[in-house]
């Protein structure tokens, strides 16, 4: 038998002495939807706890930034203490919810309890490599910062490798990288690679040829961005074509070593040999998703997501809310569960505090509608296409829309600025200010290199150490497989 963890009950004194004893809402997730809510309840009479296992805000959508060196981790970032710590209502603690008790209307985190009268889940989604997650270290994806960095530290290796390699054939390998998923996360890193190695990196580098580069985006569809109107498609397509990225639809991965993609199309198997393969195919939802089911009965979907009332709330427990990319709503016109992106999160996480607000006040509240601003994605330095409610825009138009939005969206005023100098900057001169290459082993320290997972367990992702190494892997098969002495090892579909 294991012995049952011992727990203690967690009460902090109130931010402020008059909230002894008001309504305590709990929100677990300091993204978009929970940083929404906080916000919402300022000034409220109502005592606010944001627990998350980051002690920031991470601006996901531009992720792709960091991973090619256009902006720092600073300038997608920002501390949550930051950016609500200042509210009279409102407490930031670090750590990651590991069980909800809806009984006792406690969660616990870091070993502890914690009651609450209200509860929000807003704790996101992660990537999924649909059953595959072997995958993972060799083909990384893009949900935190340190798979950002780490995708950027791959890719400046491979230039430097490049750059010292004799052979004409390893060099193109070096520059060979493979995007899986033609989503807008897969448009926009595909571009943004394509811009770093054949237009910022030309002139930092003597020995390579940047005609040699070569960026292919792999998807199962028949086109980009599915989700967009098919001009919005074309228009990608067209763009990202005439930058000389590669497009492979109605291509399946079937199975991925270091070095080598092997996929499936309609005219039969095909190995792709890149140095590089970066994934951004799928997403999955939070676990709390799952551990909320297992104690409520509440309903999920295929990908982890709760499907919530009209109100956020799951059934029988009208105190807890699921907002974000965790839940599955699908109280719309057309029936279709609103979108995982940033504007329906935002739109959720404020109306959702404002019905709680307008319960706890005795008053009423008119029901969540969502507003559809449209999507978009940007395809390279002044290159994106928008749908904005029905009108389409390609291009610099476009790309116009892009940089407002995601501006406005930037909760830190500070990060505004700093990512609108770093964008006029690097449209003027192709320069990227964030190349540095870090998470190397120390020559000083006798330190691995990496980020060691947290030892409160608040890192569930795949650290960096456990992903290094994949470029010489990748190199000894490519030299294994272009020897003439040595038969070409031949690549396994996984089932």
Not at 22 to 30: F, L, R, W
Not at 86 to 111: C, D, H, M
Not at 183 to 200: Q, V
Request: charged share 20%; hydrophobic share 40%.
């Amino acid at each position: 038998m294991t012995a049952t963890r011992e727990r203690f009950f967690l009460e902090l004194e109130p931010p402020m002495e008059e909230l002894r004893g008001k309504p305590h809402v709990v929100i677990v997730g300091g993204g978009f939807a929970g940083i929404k809510a906080c916000k919402a309840f300022k000034g409220a009479d109502v005592r606010v706890t944001l627990i998350d296992k980051r002690n920031f805000n991470l601006f996901q959508p531009l992720l792709y930034q960091v991973a090619t060196g256009l902006v720092s981790r600073g300038d997608v970032a920002t501390p949550l203490r930051q950016l609500v710590g200042a509210q009279r209502n409102v407490q930031v603690l670090l750590g990651e919810v590991s069980e909800i008790q809806t009984e006792a209307k406690q969660v616990i985190f870091n070993g502890k309890a914690m009651a609450y009268d209200h509860l929000i889940l807003a704790t996101g989604s992660g990537s999924s490599f649909f059953g595959h997650d072997d995958w993972r270290g060799i083909a990384p994806p893009m949900k935190i910062l340190e798979h950002a960095e780490e995708i950027r530290r791959r890719l400046l290796m491979a230039l430097e490798q490049a750059e010292q390699t004799p052979n004409g054939d390893e060099r193109a390998f070096l520059q060979t990288v493979v995007v899986v998923g033609g989503g807008p996360t897969g448009c926009e890193m595909a571009g943004a690679i394509n811009e770093l190695m054949r237009r910022s990196m030309a002139k930092d580098f003597n020995q390579l040829d940047p005609g040699a580069t070569r960026i292919m985006v792999v998807d199962p569809g028949d086109r980009l961005l599915k989700a967009m109107p098919e001009a919005c498609s074309a228009a990608a397509a067209k763009q990202l074509q005439d930058m000389g990225v590669e497009l492979c639809f109605h291509s399946r991965v079937q199975s991925i070593v270091p070095g080598e993609v092997l996929i499936t199309t309609p005219e039969g198997e095909r190995t792709i040999k890149a140095a590089n393969v970066f994934w951004t195919a799928g997403v999955r939802a939070s676990h709390l998703g799952k551990k909320l089911a297992e104690a409520t009965g509440c309903e999920v979907d295929r990908g982890g997501r709760v499907l919530v009332e009209p109100d956020f709330s799951i059934a029988n427990h009208p105190e807890i809310r699921v907002v974000g990319d965790l839940c599955s709503y699908k109280h719309t016109a057309d029936g279709k569960p609103l979108p995982g992106m940033a504007g329906p999160a935002v739109q959720m996480g404020g109306w959702v505090a404002k019905d709680i607000r307008a319960q706890l006040e005795g008053r009423g509240h008119k029901s969540f509608a969502w507003f559809d601003f449209g999507s978009m994605a940007v395809l390279g330095r002044l290159g994106a296409v928008a749908d904005l409610r029905g009108i389409k825009l390609a291009g610099l138009p476009a790309w116009g829309l892009w940089a407002v939005a995601h501006l406005a969206f930037m909760p830190d005023e500070e990060n505004r600025l700093s990512l609108l100098v770093k964008w006029l900057w690097a449209i003027l001169t192709r320069q990227r200010g964030s190349l540095l290459l870090t998470g190397m082993p120390s020559q000083h320290v006798g330190l691995e290199g990496g980020s060691a997972p947290f030892p409160m367990g608040l890192h569930s992702e795949p650290s960096i150490a456990e992903m290094d190494g994949t470029m010489e892997k990748a190199m000894e098969n490519f030299r294994d497989l272009e020897s003439p002495a040595e038969p070409a090892s031949s690549t396994q579909q996984l089932s």
